[in-house]
């Protein structure tokens, strides 16, 4: 594989080697980018994530040119054999984002290694665990991420800096254990004086004085200590401290290291046997499920937060909500049996059962636990606060730990807590806890696909799953990582020798039978759900179904006002309180999204309830609601554009302040938009019904020019045009054709691309209708254009100026004469071109319109680049760059990249010629552009050319040659010249 014989540093300077060879990493931003990427283990971080990551507030204007930059910098450095035209197999594009999936990393193993010796010690194994220790800390090669910046890596070097610390003074406590006193004196020595303030390594040092017989440095180190916190941070030492410094007063023998690793057993009536009198120890904790898998940062990062001693550091108290089955109670026993050694003094538990009708009452669960700690049942109090208030004064001055599983509410909760430092509580429920004082909330996910998988191995059996791995991620998959559901899948394989793994995947694969196949004895998720549904009051169970309707990955509070038909301010109160009941998840401000089992869940209630004309006109208002906000967004984005005004709308939408924002809005519901289209194309049964389906593929063409959406505006516009065929429509077919004319354009397809803009002007002339005829007539110049029937081009350009004439359209206009530019060029009119360029530039201007004067700027500085004006061209192409890059129109920007790349390799910059073509093809790559990509390697080729690299330029000329050839272009024929020897020729055609 790839990754092999690679191997990765971040406990010192961030490094990296293959088979042995260190590798060059480039620059500290560059660093910094790998470091988080490799500190994610392989999870795919977001382009914006990663900007804040690594430049914080003070991103520079281009941070996201340069992250990509960098990427694909780092991608040349980690795989410097894979050709340009391959996709990386290490750092990887994922979604939108990107992961690093390969290598071996020093931090990996020194976590291995730490937890490897926490389970050598649970075994009695002090002296393993300390080698095992030993070997951890000796991969670590000074400040951690050094050489690494940004707000990300000084986050991530404290807390791994407190990792090493954590870690030795672990290790001091087994050297402590094993008698080795004398041995770690020295470098206690030197940890305390670099941690003054760590009260631990205090107390470990004074404690190997001690031993030695040195009791006067011991002492001399807690008049040191006490001297430093007061100075420092204006507090005593700790209780523990404190207690130590007396013991060594006293001379307490407890004191003195061990003579043997077995502790002697205590003498049956000795002075330390149990008193008669003493309170029992309650063990009231279920049993540990044998199979518990994953979760390991959470269940490390619990047991810290439980192990707070002090009155300063309070109770602590951890509030697990989550959705139901998402393993909650599985956590909190587990992690409850794990603390087992920080609580001597036992555990309580108790099932609230605050999902039922049934709900244990909390003077019902102090009763039990009073009885649990000793106190007769005939001398228990009757009232709620005499009870809750002998249940704290038995739990003063023990350790012991409370599991609350399963509450309704924080009034159910508030009288079980303790109220002593020493003593903590896990609380488990379905809804946040947010009034909880002093809780630390977790809300818990899903699992990880690794953990899901090893769940559902650990159940079904390894023999099974590992033959037909790819079919068992498909099984988690469907249950949407959610445990029980992998663990009924599991064990329903596991009760079925003849199932094959593949054999479950199309029993899940059937939405409507989904929740059917996911239960198992006692064991049924559809009955987990019933419960959280079952609380909901009228209002939020109207909405938990309703907002199961849309197939959108998740919807915006606006989109769900318009699906409830309820004033903004009133939905977003019922949208958090389904978050509140963990029906709902809010994976950023404002957008909602349900788990895919709940929505089938939610989807199936919705069938069960609200009749078909309710949920057909909720999803009418969403499609509303979308096309108007989408008007709105075109109006901006496209100014001067006729199109908006010929859209009629039912409701209202979104406003925007800018075409930026427009555009970003665009692409941010890009995905819901396309998904209540489809919904429309499948569901609508009358040209009425289906128009504003189709009117909203027009009113969405910005998002083309962004180039993250083709695949899904392909899809949508043949799924339109299909229906509106079936119902006569033909309004509907002429704009699903226009939008699938403009999404063959961009795929190259030109001559299917000019066929359908052929019909669509015959649909529009036939029906007089304006709504894309402008647009219609200067797509078919401009596809004639890109096809070099630049006469023919020029006809059809002189048709679109008429229309716009005699509309009053200037932007349409102007739009023309930009466009035009490139067709006198192609019949050797320079002096016309400049002309027709000037003028439409000059227009936009003059109309104030962004997204226009970028547009002429960018055909201007063509033309004065083919006449050799190459200092004005660049100038017009950076200042259009700036534009498109901060409009997030990708299309354009790989475009003008290249233009760039062509200008200077007229005026011999190859360098800068290099470095933008190199930006065009990431783009071109990125957006997953065919026909950018070959226009990308083509000028690519010509500046390595000029740099004197023969052997590279003809490899990007070939890749080149082949992907025009593969798309008809006609470019395939410039390079075919230019790759028999002729010369090097302009073949940028866009």
Request: with cysteine; charged share 25%; glycine share 8%.
């Amino acid at each position: 594989m790839a990754g092999e014989g690679l191997r990765f540093a971040v406990l010192g300077p961030v490094r990296a080697w293959r088979d042995g060879d260190e590798l060059d990493l480039g620059t500290p931003l560059q660093r910094s980018i790998l470091a988080m990427l490799l500190l994610r283990e392989g999870r795919a971080i977001t382009p914006t994530e990663m900007i804040d990551a690594v430049w914080g507030e003070e991103a520079p204007p281009r941070a996201l040119g340069a992250l990509r930059t960098y990427v694909s910098r780092l991608r040349t450095v980690l795989e410097p054999d894979r050709s340009p035209r391959s996709r990386p197999e290490l750092l990887t594009s994922v979604g939108k984002g990107y992961a690093l999936r390969a290598g071996s990393l020093d931090l990996t193993l020194f976590e291995r290694g730490v937890q490897e010796a926490e389970a050598l010690r649970k075994k009695g194994g002090a002296g393993e665990a300390a080698e095992s220790l030993r070997a951890a800390l000796a991969l670590w090669e000074g400040e951690p991420l050094a050489g690494a910046v940004g707000p990300f890596a000084e986050h991530q070097r404290d807390r791994l800096v407190e990792r090493r610390i954590t870690a030795l003074e672990q290790l001091m406590d087994l050297d402590l254990e094993l008698g080795s006193h004398a041995t770690i004196v020295s470098e206690l020595i030197a940890l305390t004086a670099d941690h003054p303030l760590r009260e631990r390594l205090r107390a470990q040092l004074m404690l190997a004085y001690y031993r030695c017989g040195r009791q006067g440095e011991a002492l001399a180190v807690f008049t040191d200590t006490r001297e430093a916190l007061i100075e420092e941070l204006g507090i005593e030492p700790g209780p523990e401290l404190t207690a130590l410094h007396h013991k060594i007063l006293a001379a307490d023998p407890s004191l003195m290291a061990p003579p043997s690793p077995a502790p002697e057993p205590v003498a049956e009536g000795s002075a330390s046997a149990a008193d008669e009198h003493e309170l029992p120890r309650p063990a009231q904790l279920p049993a540990a499920v044998s199979d518990f898998t994953g979760r390991r940062p959470l269940v490390a990062r619990l047991r810290t937060l439980l192990s707070a001693k002090t009155a300063a550091e309070g109770v602590p108290v951890a509030a697990i909500c989550g959705i139901g089955g998402v393993g909650k109670t599985t956590l909190a026993v587990h992690v409850a049996h794990a603390c087992d050694d920080l609580f001597p003094d036992g555990q309580l538990y108790a099932d609230l059962r605050g999902f039922t009708d049934e709900a244990t009452a909390p003077e019902s669960a102090l009763g039990a636990f009073l009885r649990a700690l000793g106190i007769p049942p005939d001398v228990i109090p009757e009232g709620l606060s005499e009870r809750a208030a002998l249940y704290r004064s038995l739990l003063a001055d023990r350790r012991i730990l409370v599991l609350l599983d399963n509450a309704r509410d924080t009034r159910q909760v508030s009288q079980l807590l303790p109220g002593s430092p020493g003593c903590a509580a896990i609380v488990t429920s379905r809804v946040k806890l947010a009034d909880l004082p002093s809780a630390k909330l977790i809300d818990l996910d899903v699992m990880e696909p690794d953990e899901a998988l090893s769940l559902f191995t650990a159940i079904a059996g390894p023999e099974r799953v590992s033959a037909e791995r790819g079919a068992a991620m498909d099984v988690v998959a469907a249950c949407g990582f959610l445990p029980l559901a992998v663990r009924i899948v599991a064990a329903r394989l596991a009760a079925r020798p003849s199932w094959t793994v593949a054999s479950l995947v199309p029993r899940l694969a059937d939405e409507q039978r989904r929740l059917d196949e996911l239960r198992v004895g006692d064991l049924a998720v559809e009955a987990t759900f019933a419960l959280g549904y079952g609380q909901l009051d009228a209002a939020q169970a109207r909405a938990f179904r309703l907002l199961s309707l849309p197939n959108g990955p998740d919807i915006s509070v606006g989109a769900a006002a318009a699906v409830l038909s309820s004033p903004t301010l009133e939905a977003e109160d019922l949208l958090e309180s389904l978050v509140d009941a963990s029906l709902l998840e809010a994976p950023a401000p404002g957008r909602y999204r349900f788990h895919d089992l709940l929505k089938l869940f939610a989807r199936r209630i919705l069938e069960r309830t609200e009749r078909p004309q309710a949920r057909t006109l909720a999803l009418r208002r969403l499609l509303g609601f979308y096309l108007a906000s989408a008007q709105s967004a075109h109006r901006l984005a496209y100014e001067g554009s006729m199109i908006p005004d010929n859209i009629v709308v039912v409701g209202s939408g979104r406003t925007f302040a800018s075409a930026d924002d427009a555009v970003a809005w665009l692409i941010a519901e890009g995905d819901a938009l396309f998904a209540v289209i489809g919904q429309a194309a499948e569901s609508c049964r009358t040209a009425e019904q289906l128009l504003p389906a189709a009117d909203l593929i027009v009113a969405m063409e910005p998002l083309l020019e962004a180039g993250t959406h083709a695949r899904e505006f392909d899809l949508a516009t043949r799924a339109v045009l299909a229906t509106a065929r079936k119902i006569g429509d033909q309004a509907s077919e002429l704009r699903a054709r226009y939008g699938l004319g403009r999404v063959l354009f961009g795929a190259n397809r030109l001559p299917e691309s000019k066929e359908q803009f052929r019909l669509v002007l015959d649909l529009s002339t036939a029906r007089n209708e304006r709504i894309v005829m402008g647009e219609v007539l200067n797509a078919l110049a401009v596809v004639s254009g890109r096809l070099r029937l630049h006469h023919e081009a020029l006809g059809w350009f002189e048709s679109a100026t008429t229309f716009y004439r005699e509309n009053g359209v200037q932007a349409g206009e102007a739009l023309v004469l930009s466009y035009s530019a490139r067709d006198h060029l192609g019949l050797g009119n320079p002096d016309d071109a400049i002309v027709a360029a000037e003028k439409g530039l000059a227009i936009f201007t003059e109309i104030g319109s962004g997204a226009g004067t970028a547009r002429a700027r960018y055909h201007l500085g063509i033309v004065l680049s083919r006449v050799g004006r190459l200092n004005e061209a660049v100038h017009h192409h950076a200042e259009c760059l700036a534009f498109f890059r901060a409009s997030k129109q990708r299309v354009w920007e790989q475009r003008v990249c290249a233009r760039l790349a062509e200008t200077f390799i007229a005026a011999e910059r190859f360098s800068d010629a290099v470095r933008h073509a190199e930006q065009a093809l990431a783009v071109s790559r990125e957006i997953g552009h065919p026909y950018g990509e070959g226009l990308s390697l083509a000028v690519l080729g010509k500046a390595l050319h000029g740099m004197g690299n023969a052997s590279g330029s003809v490899d990007c000329l070939r890749q080149a040659f082949d992907i025009f050839t593969r798309l008809g272009a006609p470019e395939a024929g410039d390079l075919k010249a230019l790759l028999a020897g002729v010369g090097v020729a302009s073949v940028v055609e866009s």
